[in-house]
């Protein structure tokens, strides 16, 4: 489907209007101001981006290998460490519906900056926790900054580009950013082999010092023309209308159950490699950056394909993929076939696949409100998150010590996937 355009006299995320021809000459205007920042700063632009992108990643695998050892120091079950996990899906998501706003009135980089050093003070309020509830608080108060970063850092994509090549973009950052669930719990893992799980969060906040730089050396990328100037009330109703728009509704629930698939993934893997299959805590990071490297392969295929196919077309391919291989996952889970490897090798098609997935959809949910791109962003990016803190906590509290419960989880929602995608993408 083509990029809807703004007709003439239509309001700017439900703030100020003028001509469509004025309108359509900023759109104009800030492409090619975001074209040729592309151009100038290519390789350390996109890196920026793929760096915010990777809040979520750095601030939840690095973690995963400590969960077990959290859940003994702190006195806590599988359920309890799981909290702190679900509070930072919660926090995550929700938040997003506030700063993608903000980044539509106030520009991205301003934002950014600010949700950053929120994330530093709940970094050290991490490492400093004594008890699962001030822990779970302050990964609460963590998430709230993080996620100013990957809702802004999309909106920013879809200043510049249009939606296939937003797609193709998004591909290449997710090569980029594959970097961050790869490395991020094998860094968890080497920390805990030499200091204690608290560690990881300093970690954590280096790495939001190093994202703070990298933003600082790069300009804004909204034009200033496009800027919202609307009240509260105002981005309710922008709320409003993405929520009634099927399509939009099609993208971002398709999105989510893949989310929700990989979260049950984040949440249950620690316990079922670690615990149930007793793989070594340090040797957890190299399973875990299998399925990074499957799905690195399938954004660089996506990435070639997507401006010949479209992204409706690989879209679909990929929620079909992403159904039966979960449903492949559920039997393995339920039947113990093959063990170990068995899940590994279910895991690893699943989330490999999410690559057909995530760009996008992404992209074809931006593209029909480009003069709100933020706040489309921030209600996908909520979608996401809320749905993978409700499938996090279910797989703590249906876990019973063997991979089943995860299992079925994630071939329910890559089906649920699939479902939302042929009703409502049409």
């Known amino acids: 489907m083509a990029v809807e355009q703004v007709a003439s006299g239509s309001a700017i995320a439900g703030g100020a209007s003028m001509g469509g021809s004025a309108v359509s000459g900023a759109v104009d205007a800030g492409r090619r101001r975001g074209a040729g920042l592309l151009t100038q700063r290519g390789v350390g632009f996109v890196a920026m981006l793929a760096m915010l992108m990777s809040f979520g990643s750095m601030s939840v695998d690095m973690y995963l290998p400590a969960m077990p050892q959290i859940a003994r120091d702190l006195g806590v079950t599988q359920a309890g460490v799981e909290s702190s996990l679900t509070a930072f899906f919660l926090a995550f998501g929700l938040c997003q519906l506030f700063w993608g706003p903000l980044g539509d009135r106030f520009g991205r980089r301003g934002p950014i900056l600010v949700g950053i050093l929120l994330y530093l003070a709940g970094s050290a309020g991490c490492?400093?926790?004594?008890?699962?509830?001030?822990?779970?608080?302050?990964?609460?108060?963590?998430?709230?900054?993080?996620?100013?970063?990957?809702?802004?850092?999309?909106?920013?994509?879809?200043?510049?580009?249009?939606?296939?090549?937003?797609?193709?973009?998004?591909?290449?950052?997710?090569?980029?950013?594959?970097?961050?669930?790869?490395?991020?719990?094998?860094?968890?893992?080497?920390?805990?082999?030499?200091?204690?799980?608290?560690?990881?969060?300093?970690?954590?906040?280096?790495?939001?010092?190093?994202?703070?730089?990298?933003?600082?050396?790069?300009?804004?990328?909204?034009?200033p023309a496009l800027r919202a100037r609307s009240n509260g009330l105002a981005q309710l109703r922008s709320y409003g209308q993405l929520m009634i728009s099927g399509r939009f509704l099609g993208y971002a629930l398709t999105s989510a159950m893949i989310y929700g698939g990989m979260f049950a993934y984040i949440a249950g893997t620690p316990f079922v490699y670690i615990d149930y299959f007793q793989v070594p805590?340090?040797?957890?990071?190299?399973?875990?950056?299998?399925?990074?490297?499957?799905?690195?392969?399938?954004?660089?295929?996506?990435?070639?394909?997507?401006?010949?196919?479209g992204t409706d077309r690989l879209l679909a391919w990929g929620s079909a993929c992403i159904a039966l291989f979960g449903i492949g996952l559920a039997i393995a889970g339920h039947t113990g076939a093959g063990g170990l490897w068995?899940?590994?090798?279910?895991?690893?098609?699943?989330?490999?696949?999410t690559g057909l997935i995530g760009a996008n959809a992404t992209a074809g949910a931006l593209a029909s409100y480009p003069h709100m791109a933020g706040t489309a962003s921030a209600l996908m990016g909520s979608t996401q998150f809320v749905t993978g803190a409700v499938v996090g906590t279910l797989v703590g509290w249906l876990a019973d010590g063997t991979p089943w419960p995860m299992a079925a989880i994630i071939g329910g929602v890559g089906v649920l996937g699939f479902v939302f995608n042929r009703l409502l993408i049409r």
Do not use: K
């Open 281 to 309: 805590a340090r040797l957890y990071g190299l399973l875990f950056g299998l399925n990074i490297v499957g799905m690195i392969i399938v954004n660089m295929i996506n990435s070639r394909l997507v401006l010949r196919l």
């Open 342 to 353: 068995g899940i590994v090798a279910g895991l690893f098609l699943f989330m490999a696949f």
């Open 127 to 223: 490492a400093a926790a004594q008890d699962i509830t001030t822990l779970s608080l302050c990964r609460a108060i963590q998430a709230a900054g993080a996620g100013a970063a990957p809702v802004l850092a999309r909106a920013m994509v879809r200043d510049v580009f249009d939606r296939d090549r937003a797609a193709s973009v998004f591909s290449m950052m997710m090569l980029v950013m594959g970097i961050a669930p790869m490395a991020a719990p094998l860094l968890g893992g080497q920390v805990l082999a030499y200091l204690d799980w608290r560690a990881i969060f300093w970690v954590q906040a280096g790495f939001g010092l190093v994202a703070m730089v990298g933003l600082i050396s790069q300009h804004e990328t909204l034009n």
